[in-house]
């Protein structure tokens, strides 16, 4: 024999009343609904389907949702052409013509040259290392001293032939100083 139950879960509750779960778990956690924990599912009474609150969650929303029935169309008359309409016209604008335009002169100034390595070096009072010898320094690798070197996470100087330079001022820097070699 069957047992008819007096209780069901957010989802079966949902469909009975005819509308949708999450509504109704909204209005649990709004202690708007009454309904009991049990097994980590909600169960509902049957007898809050005809509640209130589940009646006004269905209200005239679920009315305004249906679509209005179409129109009937003749089907024995033609239908109206639509009037071709020209493409819209650029406006014309009338300047002035001048006789000859003047030539713009362009001023640019002349951008100093990179300094060498070397140069960089005795300049600035900075001592700077190869990839290797960094490395050999920290716990880093090659490859990655070369790639932040090129992320920009070590300062460094690159020369014409491609090798890079990095710079003492980088020992100073918490993130590389706590990997130096004791």
Do not use: H
């Not at 469909?15 to 202690?31: N, Q, Y």
């Not at 305004?64 to 406006?91: I, N, Y």
């Not at 070369?146 to 001022?169: F, H, M, P, S, Y």
């Amino acid at each position: 024999m069957a047992t008819q139950t007096t209780s069901m879960t957010t989802s079966e509750f949902a469909k009975a009343a005819g509308v949708p779960a999450a509504g109704i778990s909204k209005l649990i956690r709004d202690g708007r609904l009454k309904a009991k924990k049990t097994g980590g599912k909600w169960m509902i009474p049957q007898s809050q389907l005809g509640s209130e609150v589940v009646r006004a969650l269905k209200g005239p929303a679920a009315g305004a949702r249906r679509k209005a029935p179409a129109a009937k169309t003749d089907l024995t008359r033609p239908a109206p052409k639509a009037k071709a309409v020209p493409p819209p016209q650029p406006p014309v604008m009338k300047t002035p013509v001048s006789p000859e335009p003047e030539p713009l002169q362009a001023v640019v100034a002349p951008e100093p040259a990179p300094a060498a390595p070397a140069e960089l070096e005795g300049r600035s009072g900075k001592k700077m290392y190869t990839i290797s010898e960094f490395a050999a320094m920290t716990y880093l690798t090659e490859k990655g001293v070369a790639e932040w070197l090129k992320t920009g996470r070590i300062k460094g100087v690159q020369k014409e032939n491609g090798e890079w330079r990095v710079l003492d001022c980088n020992l100073q820097v918490p993130d590389i100083s706590r990997l130096l070699r004791k």
